[in-house]
């Protein structure tokens, strides 16, 4: 039973996340991880080198090695609509495109192929945990085991009829159906999530609140993406959307919002008070107009915040390098201090904030004893990578997806010297020939769809 002895030029961890995070950074240092997939020592490489019980060796003389990162809000299936509905605001976006795309062509085999691709373009760029937010979770569920990525399966309620279910009661079944069906794999995990406050009412929030008191299930949901959202909110309700949530009993320590991009003192004050966490998404919300949401305010009030990157649809990149150095960047303007997020703290945010997020913070998120080795090694061969001052630095502000060399998930490697290896034992190249015939298809069908459409 001998273990892993990984050793790498830098070593670089979130230790505490928040408005001021702690990050160890090591150089010439070495992870222990044992044939179970839990790290069981972190230190330097000469003192854990001399260990006995070490089996296999690997040397990454010129990387940095950093937990790997967690992309805390996503739809996965909706890689295969990338690029099909570009440049349009929200409301257009979704009752003009997407919501009909996905009412004349959405089924398992859609869902099949989208999070396969979804999957396995994460873990070429370092993200080695999802949070997933999509219909037949079924399917996806199978699809992140297939690939061997770890997933927290966020399980959609939504008050209008769709091709998965036919209303409230019919969601909560088939979801909890998957959650029993897979809720001894170890990769994933699962919680509830209706939509959003402007399509979900308040009999389906308690229903749900029941499910989830009674399951310790977590609730995750689109929250304050839009000016809009609020003002018609306040018409209907008379009340913000996150006051009405903390009415209905929805908020706490398990409940976590994506976007929260029109966030006041208010709304700042109730996700402190309940302990609820935030996933912000700067990629998608720049693309699709919604704002710029205040995260050095919310780190300051003592949220947890996590990074996401939203679907591929409302972004076109899974890419969480990407949105680690827009999250530091746009604070800096929106804020006009150029220290408002600084580099370990969008660090933090893409690691151990968005997995305490998502209700795994005591698991992964960082490189520490007891934890699952979900890391990523990320080379520093290039020439944008030259000269190297402060690893952490560079991590968020020079580094790309394209400079991750090594994936570990649960202590299996998944990628080395960049080529994939699936839990399924395919390759790249393998595993994109085995979907290609499906992904074209689909792909002709949804342009079909579109072209229709615009008549």
Request: hydrophobic share 45%.
């Amino acid at each position: 039973m001998a273990d892993t002895l990984i050793c790498a030029r830098w070593l670089i961890t979130p230790t505490q996340a928040g408005a001021s995070p702690a990050v160890l950074t090591l150089p010439d240092a070495a992870v222990v991880v044992d044939r179970q997939g839990t790290i069981t020592a972190v230190g330097p490489e000469a003192e854990l080198a001399a260990r006995a019980n070490i089996g296999t060796r690997i040397r990454l003389d010129e990387h940095i090695l950093a937990p790997g990162l967690v992309n805390a809000h996503t739809h996965g299936a909706m890689t295969l609509l990338r690029g099909a509905a570009d440049d349009l605001p929200l409301a257009r976006w979704l009752h003009e495109r997407v919501w009909p795309i996905e009412g004349a062509l959405l089924d398992e085999h859609f869902v099949s192929v989208g999070t396969q691709l979804a999957a396995l373009e994460m873990l070429l760029g370092g993200t080695t945990t999802c949070a997933d937010m999509y219909f037949y979770s079924a399917a996806a569920a199978q699809a992140y085991l297939s690939a061997g990525l770890r997933a927290v399966l966020a399980l959609p309620v939504i008050d209008f009829p769709t091709r998965y279910a036919a209303d409230v009661e019919g969601y909560l079944s088939l979801g909890l159906g998957v959650r029993d069906r897979f809720r001894d794999e170890s990769l994933l995990s699962f919680c509830l999530a209706p939509h959003a406050p402007y399509t979900v009412s308040d009999d389906a929030f308690a229903r749900i609140q029941a499910y989830a008191d009674e399951l310790g299930l977590g609730i995750h949901t689109h929250l304050h993406e839009t000016a809009q959202e609020i003002t018609d909110s306040e018409r209907r309700y008379q009340e913000r959307p996150s006051v009405r949530l903390a009415r209905l009993g929805a908020l706490g320590p398990g409940f976590f919002a994506a976007h929260c991009v029109h966030f006041d003192d208010v709304d700042l004050a109730l996700f402190a008070r309940y302990g609820c966490g935030v996933v912000h998404c700067p990629s998608s919300n720049l693309k699709l107009a919604s704002g710029v949401a205040p995260v050095s305010r919310m780190l300051a009030a003592g949220l947890d915040v996590g990074l996401g990157t939203d679907g591929a649809a409302s972004n076109n990149r899974l890419d969480l390098f990407e949105e680690m150095r827009l999250a530091a960047l746009l604070a800096k303007v929106a804020e006009n201090d150029a220290t408002a997020i600084d580099a370990a703290q969008a660090f933090t945010m893409a690691t151990l904030g968005g997995a305490r997020v998502i209700g795994l913070g005591a698991h992964i998120g960082s490189i520490e004893v007891g934890k699952r080795a979900d890391l990523i090694a990320v080379s520093l061969a290039s020439p944008g990578m030259t000269p190297l001052f402060d690893p952490v630095s560079h991590f968020v502000y020079a580094a790309s997806r394209a400079d991750v060399s090594d994936v570990w998930v649960d202590g299996a490697r998944r990628v080395q010297g960049g080529q994939l290896h699936t839990a399924a034992g395919l390759s790249t190249a393998e595993a994109m020939a085995q979907w290609a015939p499906s992904i074209a298809s689909l792909a002709e069908q949804i342009a079909a769809f579109r072209t229709e459409s615009r008549r």
